[in-house]
Antibody, heavy 121, light 110 residues
Framework: EVQLVQSGAEVKKPGESLRISCKGS????????ISWVRQMPGKGLEWMGR????????NYSPSFQGHVTISADKSISTAYLQWSSLKASDTAMYYC??????????????WGKGTTVTVSS | EIVLTQSPGTLSLSPGERATLSCRAS???????LAWYQQKPGQAPRLLIY???SRATGIPDRFSGSGSGTDFTLTISRLEPEDFAVYYC???????????FGQGTKVEIK
């Protein structure tokens, strides 16, 4: 069974750095891209960016370019989302999801349960 | 960037009724790039439909997707209690290689 297991909830102060993780299991980690999605409290879903774990190629939503960094370590089947300087507005739930990219279909298939990030002074 | 607009914002229906959710794109979208997701409170989203009309694995046949171009529809033929949730459409934009979600439609119990 394909699963994505995300790291636990985080409480941080503004200006601090953070890296959250998403570990894949039940499949070859390099077979599917990984996407990150933000959901602010009471709001909808926002696509942040994606990575191809086979070569670590990334692309980002213009809204998130330069604000976060997506990376992956295929040796441990784990993708990461990181911030160098958090803001209160980064408070949200963050989901990772496998991206099915077949050349014809493009969609997010398996989702992690999410990581809550709270940024407060 | 393509914008997806979902309507209505909230749909109030009773169990057993038919739900029709709309997703309109600001410009034409390839049907193969259009997906629908369900999200229940406190849970991660779940894939329902991909390629505009193909049901994901394990999704009941009361869920169906249709449409092309700029207008897409998710239909739930007979609402079950577990179907009350928020539904999102999503598209892949091949020019910018980005994904975009609609703002969501909440299906609530009347």
């Amino acid at each position: 069974e394909v699963q994505l297991v995300q790291s636990g909830a985080e409480v941080k102060k503004p200006g601090e750095s953070l890296r959250i993780s998403c570990k894949g299991s039940g499949y070859s980690f390099t077979s599917y891209w990984i996407s990150w999605v933000r959901q602010m409290p009471g709001k909808g879903l926002e696509w942040m960016g994606r990575i191809d774990p086979s070569d670590s190629y990334t692309n980002y939503s213009p809204s998130f370019q330069g604000h976060v960094t997506i990376s992956a370590d295929k040796s441990i089947s784990t993708a990461y989302l990181q911030w160098s300087s958090l803001k209160a507005s980064d408070t949200a739930m963050y989901y990772c999801a496998t991206l099915m990219v077949t050349g014809y279909y493009y969609y997010m298939d398996v989702w992690g349960k999410g990581t809550t990030v709270t940024v407060s002074s | 960037e393509i914008v997806l607009t979902q309507s209505p914002g909230t749909l109030s229906l009773s169990p057993g009724e038919r739900a029709t959710l709309s997703c309109r794109a600001s410009q034409s979208v390839s049907s193969s790039y259009l997906a629908w997701y369900q999200q229940k409170p406190g849970q991660a989203p779940r894939l329902l439909i991909y390629g505009a009309s193909s049901r994901a694995t394990g999704i009941p046949d009361r869920f169906s997707g249709s449409g092309s171009g700029t207008d897409f529809t998710l239909t739930i033929s007979r609402l079950e209690p577990e179907d009350f949730a928020v539904y999102y459409c999503q598209q892949y934009g091949s020019s910018l290689r980005t994904w975009t979600f609609g703002q969501g439609t909440k299906v609530e119990i009347k």
